[in-house]
Each structure stands twice: as C-alpha cells, then as structure tokens.
C-alpha cells in the first residue's frame, strides 16, 4: 500500500500535465532538421521527408527554401505548392521574405520555412524568422525547418573558439528544447569535404576558400560532437519527462538549482550560456541573480548589464536583483533561501590593485561560506599579460565636472578661513578642519571627487600648514605620520561615506518602488469598475515610471475591441492595432524597442490574468527600459492584469447570476403560467363541449355561457398582465397624461369588475370638489383595476372594500382598503416582486398585479406603499405627483 502511495499522482502536477497537453494540441508542431554545419542534407532531408507526409495526404506548402541552385535539391520542390515570397526593398535593394500572413491564411497542414536562424530585412513583423515560426506554430499550422549547431545561443562562445568565428545569427535554445521532434542529418567530416570539392555544397571557388577557413577538418569534428552530444541530452530530457509524466519511478529526479551571478560584463554572456548548458544536460532549473553595488554603472555597463539580464530570460532562466556591500553574503542569502545546489560565477578580472586583493578575497570566502554548495568558477580569454597591465589602471570615475569643481572650491576655501588663524589654533586643529571637509563632501559627491579633495587637502595642509611653511619637507618624524594618516582617513572616511551614500539611494530607490507597488495595489483593491481600474492604472503609471499609457481591452470575443481607455487623444493607424492584436493573440511585446514591428514609435504589452487574456497596455518609452524598471514594469502589469481580471471574473459572475435568477424566474413563470392556462382552457373546452354535445335546455346553456365568459376574462387578465409586464420590463412604457375626473376612474374600474365586488360592501370615497388631475387613464385604470381585484380575492364576501381618492399636498392619492387577513409584516418588503405570491395564497393569480401596480405607479414618477390596518385587513396608498385645474387652485386658495 505504501508503494501505491509513493506512485499516487499529485493532483496540481496532473491538471498542469493535461493543461499543457490541451496547449500543445491546439498548437502546431515544430520539426527541426539538425545538422553540424552546412553541406550535411538538412534541406534535402527535410523536403524527402515532406514528400513522405505527402504521399501520406498531408496538405504541405513550401514557404521559404533555400537550394543554393543544388539541382538534386531542386527536383525535391516538384509537387508542392509554393507560397509566393514577400518583397521588401532595402538599401534599393528588393529582397524577399517568407509571407507569414498568406501561409497563416492558407492554413496547410505543414509548411516548410529553411534555415530557423535567419535575420529578417528590416521592416518585416519580427527580426528573426524563428518569431515568424512561432506565429505559424500559435495558428495550429506544423513546420519543418533546418538549423546549424552553431546558431544555438548556449553554444555560440564555444563554436567561436573552435572555429575563431563570431557568430552573430543565433537562436534561443529553448525553440530547440521545445521542438516536437529534432531529427539529426549527419554524415562523416571526410564526406562532407568530398563534397566540397565535389561542388555539391558551394562553387569550386568558394569551397576551397570556406574549407581554408570555417570548414576544416578539426572544426568540422568538434561541430559533429556538439550535435551528437546535444541531441543525445534532448534523448536524455526527454525520457526524463517520459518518466515523469508516466509516473516511472527511477532516480531521474535531479532536484539540482544553479544560479548563475552575472554583472555588467560580457564574460557574464558566456557564464549564463554555460550555466544553460549545464542546467540542460543535469536536469536542474537556473536562476540568474545581479547584486547591487554602491558603485555607479556607465551608460555602457548599464547597457550591457541590460543584454545579459534579457539573455538570461531568453534561457528561460529566473531573474532576481538584490543589493548590499558584501556581495558574498548577498549570495549566500539567496542561495539558502531558493535551495540553490550549484552557484556559477565567473573568474574575475582584476582592473587595478585594489580588485586584485578584493576580488581574489571575493572568490575565497565565496567558497569558504558556501557550506554545502558547489561553487563553479568559470575562467575567461584574458591572457595574463593583459591582466597584469590592468593591474596599474586606475578605477572609473563617473562623477561630473562640476563636482570635481566643487570639492577643489569648498577645500580651498576651508584653508583661506583656517589660514590666518594657524597661529592661534595650531595646524594639528586645522588637519581636524579639512578632514570634516572631506567628510562633508562625501554626502553629496562621488569618489572621484573626494579622492581629490583628500589629496588637496593633504598637500595645501603640509605646504602652508605644517612647518616649515611654504615647503612639501616636513622636519618632524611625528608630523610625517600625521600627514600620511590624515589622507589615508580622509580618503578612507570619504570613500565610506561616499558607499553609504550611494547605499542610501539604492534602498530609497527601491523603498519607493515598493511604495508604488503598495499605492497601486491599495487603491487597486479599493476600486470598482473597469473604466476606474483603468484611470487609476494610468494616474500611477504616470506618477510613478513618468510612462503616458493607454488601455485596450478585449471586447469579449477573445479579441480586442479597438477602443482606447482612458478616453484621451491617442490615435493609433490600421497597423498599429494590428500590431496591439498580435501582441494581445500571442501575449508577447511588440512595437519599439522590441524584437517584433519596431519601427512603430509606441510599445505594446499584454495584459494576461491567471485565467482570461485581457487586453494590451500601451506606453510611449523614449528609451529601453532597465533590468530594475522592467522588473518594475512587470510587476505594475501583474498588479494591473489582476485587478482587471478581478473585474471581468465579477463581470461574468453577475452575468451568471442573472443567466440563474432568470432561469428561475423563467421556472417559474412557466409553472404560474401553465396552470393558469390550464384552468381557464378546461373550463371553456369542457363547457364548449358540453354545449356541442347535445340539446340543452336554456338555463344550462346559460349557465355554461357565463362560464366560458369567466375563463375568457381571466385569459384576458392573464395576457394583460404579462404583456404590460413586458413593457415595462422593455422599459418602452410612455405615459401620456392629460386633465381626467377621478370619478370617471372609479366608475369605470367598477363596472369592469361588477361581478367580483358584487359580493362585498363597496364604498368609494371622493370629494365632491375633487379637481380634475394630469394622468395617464389608462395605466391608472390598470392600477386601481388590480388593487381592487387583488382585495376581492382575498377578503371574505360581505365585508367592506373601500376606495378612497383625494388631492393632497400636490399629489393625487388613491387607497384601497379591505378587511382580509392582510400581509405578514416580515412579507410587505416583497409582496411588489415579479411572480411573488404569499404562502397559503387562493389558487390562481401569476403573482404579477401588485408587480405591474408598483411599475405603472413609477412611471408617473409616484410610490405605492402596503400597510395593515388596525383591526384587520390592509390598506395600498398611491400617491401621483400631478397638477390640477387652473379654476379648481382657485377655489382652493
């Protein structure tokens, strides 16, 4: 039992394994034809391939191929359909493309698109074909397509020092790693050189010059090894998952978690492409992380630092920043806290003196304090000769001109006020002076300026100071030591403050994201609507990241509806909603500074929840972001994204909620309807019958008459209220008022319903000087129909109904009152409900007259109100606000 217990599946993982088995059914799937280098047949497998799926009734169309007018090559092409290529004219130059929308039109079952790698000419949708790949790939479309080892991105470093080649075009390793199927074309190093010289792969003259330099026999096989050796790791990843998704036990299961620490160099490029490289072959998942110095990046650190972050999430790695002076334990912290099992850093190269010492002591006591986790530390190309020159350098400055300026200014100026007091208050005091100085001037300036201030301070101490005057000698062994200590603590001093400060404003920096990610989420939490979520979204994006953005949501349909929130002035071309609908379709950026339509001058973000793609946000950035701000900016869109989502999941609920109600509603409607149709339906069918059946006498036709005449009223009452009902709820009700005589309503309401009041003691009620008022007689008619209806049902015959109608304080006023059992006082809130009938109620009645005496009463903008009377039964006020006649105001004033 215990071994069933161990193989149990874990419920989250099952619904994650079937959730991405229904994606990558609606998905198309990518074959990658692998290959060592060029000349090995990846093309020619590919189409030999196709030609099999073909026979086998595949539909295949041939987007882009590439033949290098190899005629063996060339006959493949025979028997498919070739999607024309798009034409693009750069530099005046007319250069093609693959038409990614007219194969997406097409929809073939396959397609073909060579060489995965490939750059795209500016002003095509993406930089690279593999993102047009993926486009065809999310419209269910398969593709075929070729690709080098060299072009992978982990393997780039490694192919450049084996062939001293830089390659530039690359590809993500984790389009290869997510590929459907990756089948190898490899053929020996001596065979592919025989056809070089057989011609097969390029002209006699440009074989022999690319045998003399990329494809010598030694580079050819390094490259077959690597592709061996990656496939064979995809075989190995793959029968991992296997075993996984089969619940196989096994020691399969690495637990491994490297982490990778990278900074603002290019050896971290190479470390990251290592650490994938390891992560790969191990199993183990990867974590990048950049600790934060008080030292300030150039603008060309920052740029690089922004390379390498965007390459680590390219690997599909996590990405975190943290910051503080001991870099060591920064690393250390996060090791322990993300279970990390393997730390990568990089050798480091040593730019002056004082990073040989700190850097080498880096290393050590990374090593010493790691504990149980392996630390990899990766070496670079430097050659020691190189090392040893940047030993002598001197470190960067960024600090501008003006605070150099300034430190020479204020430490000048402490001497001059010093210097006609040296008499009075001794040199020693005026070391004491400028050492505050210094001091001072680190809390606003850089270290490049307070290692200036330090040395000034030190040579105008000795010259003008320290005895004898106006010489650098200095005549006492004490005061030697006093000038040297005194610039190494003004420098020390300096230097400290100077981290602190910068220290500072890395923590007030990321206090006030943090605060703006609190502001955000409060005031998200706090707001209703779609159209508040989205203003307090824009208030705060501007306030915060200075980011003019602009919302477009989904219109329900899973896509976009084109209308652009807040309403403001942003106008957007055909093309740049098309290009917000493809980043809303495929949930990945596009516009400026991205990989996809750059040319556009705005950039398009999805907006994704957990459960609902929701729209696109766009902004109008005048440079890339950063790896803090696009960390920042991620973490505004997520906060952004759930608040929206929030709404629309409320949205579909009350949609819900309402599709419920009315569904009950609907029940029971059709079962107050159904029985009163039945009864008043059988009454005239039986009594039609009867009269049909045969001869009768007069009183028993008679008799069966009035009952058909009794069915066909309240068939009559029933369709009435039903379709005044529906009026009402249409909301087409339009009253039309004009000057009418009260009486003329009571009578009128009477001698419809003689039958029923027939049975009590009616009385009416109406002042003799009652003024003529401004109603709709109609809709009244229907109101005091009802009530008095509705109190002859319900009182016993022969007791007293009452109407009562009078003018009071601008407002026409109609009562009925009776003497039945009244309503529950817990019941009165409810009895004006659509199909509302009390317990115990008489049978028949849909429970819709009190409901349409409430809506006709509302539209002459009057109330109605329930209460019971003291000794039994109930009373219904209306009250109408309405005018009465010129004459009669008279009379009353």
């Known amino acids: ?139 269910g479309i398969d593709v075929y397509t070729t690709l080098n080892v060299q072009h992978l991105e982990s393997r780039t470093d490694t192919v450049s020092q084996i062939t001293g080649i830089i390659v530039r075009e690359t590809v993500p390793d984790d389009i290869f790693e997510k590929a459907e199927e990756v089948e190898l074309v490899d053929i020996t190093p001596d065979e592919l050189l025989q056809r070089f010289a057989d011609g097969k792969v390029y002209t006699h003259e440009r074989s022999e010059e690319a045998v003399r330099n990329f494809f010598k026999k030694g580079n050819i096989t390094a490259l077959r090894e690597m592709s061996l050796r990656i496939v064979a790791d995809r075989v190995d990843a793959q029968l991992r998952v296997y075993m996984q998704k089969n619940r196989i036990r096994g020691p399969w299961k690495s637990g491994m978690r490297l982490l990778a620490v990278i900074g603002p160099s290019s050896q971290s490029a190479k470390l990251l492409r290592w650490a994938k490289n390891l992560s790969y072959t191990l199993g183990a998942t990867l974590l990048a992380i950049y600790v934060e110095s008080a030292r300030k990046l150039s603008p060309a650190q920052q740029d690089q630092l922004n390379r390498n972050i965007n390459l680590a999430r390219q690997f599909g790695a996590d990405f975190m920043t943290t910051s503080g002076n001991d870099v060591v334990k920064a690393i250390l912290d996060i090791s322990q806290r993300e279970n990390i099992t393997h730390i990568i850093v990089g050798k480091p190269k040593f730019r002056s003196l004082w990073s040989y010492f700190t850097l080498r002591n880096f290393i050590n006591k990374l090593i010493k304090y790691s504990g149980n986790i392996d630390v990899y530390v990766l070496g670079s190309n430097t050659s020691e000769d190189n090392q040893y020159m940047k030993y002598l350098s001197i470190p960067g400055f960024t600090s501008r001109l003006s605070h150099y300026l300034l430190s020479a200014v204020f430490t000048i100026l402490t001497a001059v006020i010093f210097y006609p007091l040296k008499e009075f208050i001794g040199y020693q005091i005026v070391a004491f002076a400028l050492l505050f100085t210094v001091s001072i001037l680190a809390l606003f300036v850089g270290i ?109 349909n899973n896509t976009l509806d084109k209308i652009i929130r807040p309403e403001k002035s942003l106008k957007l071309s055909e093309s740049e909603l098309s290009i917000a609908e493809w980043a809303f379709q495929h949930s990945r950026e596009a516009g400026r500074f991205t990989e996809t339509l750059p040319s556009t001058e705005w950039t398009f973000y999805p907006l994704t929840g957990n459960k609902l793609p929701l729209g696109v946000v766009i902004i109008k950035q005048k440079n890339p972001l950063s790896g803090d701000e696009k960390a920042f900016w991620e973490a505004y869109r997520t906060q952004i994204s759930n608040a929206l989502e929030r709404e629309f999941l409320n949205d579909i609920a009350r949609r819900a909620s309402i599709l ?234």
């Open 448 to 556: 490049g300026p307070i290692l200036l201030s330090a040395s000034l301070s030190a040579l105008i101490w000795d010259f003008f100071f320290l005895p004898p005057p106006f010489t650098l000698h200095v005549n006492n062994p004490e005061d030697v030591m006093m000038l040297i200590m005194f610039f190494i603590i003004a420098l020390i001093g300096g230097i400290m403050t100077s981290r602190v400060r910068r220290q500072e404003k890395l923590t007030r920096e990321r206090e006030l994201r943090t605060n703006a990610l609190y502001q955000l989420t409060r005031e998200l939490s706090m707001t209703s609507g779609i159209d508040e979520v989205i203003k307090v979204s824009a208030k705060y994006v501007m306030k915060y990241s200075r980011l003019d953005c602009s919302v477009i949501l989904q219109g329900g």
């Open 660 to 893: 419920n109600e009315s569904d009950k509603l609907y029940q029971s409607l059709f079962n107050s309807i159904s029985h009163e149709l039945r009864i008043p339906v059988a009454t005239i069918m039986g009594a039609s019958d009867t009269l049909l059946s045969g001869d009768l006498d007069n009183d028993t036709s008679r008799h069966l008459c009035i009952e058909i005449n009794k069915a066909s009223e309240r068939l009559n009452r029933l369709i009435e209220n039903l379709l005044n009902m529906s009026r009402l709820e249409s909301g087409r009700i339009k009253i039309k008022t004009d000057w009418h005589d009260v009486h003329d309503l009571a009578n009128k309401v009477i001698e419809v319903l003689r039958n029923e009041v027939g049975k009590f003691n009616l009385e009416v009620s109406i002042p003799d000087d009652m003024p003529l008022v401004k109603i709709d007689f109609g809709l009244m008619e229907h109101v005091l129909h009802n009530l008095l209806l509705n109190a002859t049902q319900y009182s016993k015959p022969g007791t007293t109904i009452r109407i009562k109608m009078y003018y009071d304080q601008k407002c026409f006023v109609m009562q009925v009152m009776d003497r039945g059992p009244g309503f529950p006082r817990e019941e009165i809130q409810n009895v004006f409900n659509k199909f509302y009938r009390l317990e115990g109620s008489i049978s028949g009645g849909t429970g819709l007259g009190l409901s349409i005496v409430k809506g006709f009463v509302q539209a002459h903008h009057g109330n109605v109100f329930i209460e019971n009377r003291q000794n039994g039964g109930s009373r219904i006020t209306v009250m109408i606000p309405t005018e009465i006649t010129d004459m009669m105001q008279i009379k009353l004033e």
């Open 1 to 139: 039992m215990n071994n069933l217990n161990n193989i149990r599946p874990d419920p989250d993982e099952l619904l994650a394994s079937i959730k991405l088995e229904e994606d990558q059914g609606q998905r198309g799937k990518l074959k990658i034809f692998f290959g060592m280098c060029a000349g090995v047949g990846k093309t020619y497998s590919m189409l030999e391939s196709a030609h099999i799926d073909k026979s086998g009734g595949k539909d295949i169309v041939i987007g882009y191929v590439e033949t290098h007018k190899r005629p063996d090559t060339n006959e493949l092409l025979t028997g498919f359909e070739i999607i024309p290529r798009k034409t693009y004219n750069y530099k005046g130059t007319q250069m093609e493309e693959a038409d990614i929308e007219s194969i997406i039109s097409r929809k073939p079952d396959i397609v073909l698109i060579d060489e995965l790698a490939h750059t795209n000419v500016p002003g095509s949708r993406h930089l690279k074909r593999y993102q047009d790949i993926q486009d065809i790939l999310d419209s």
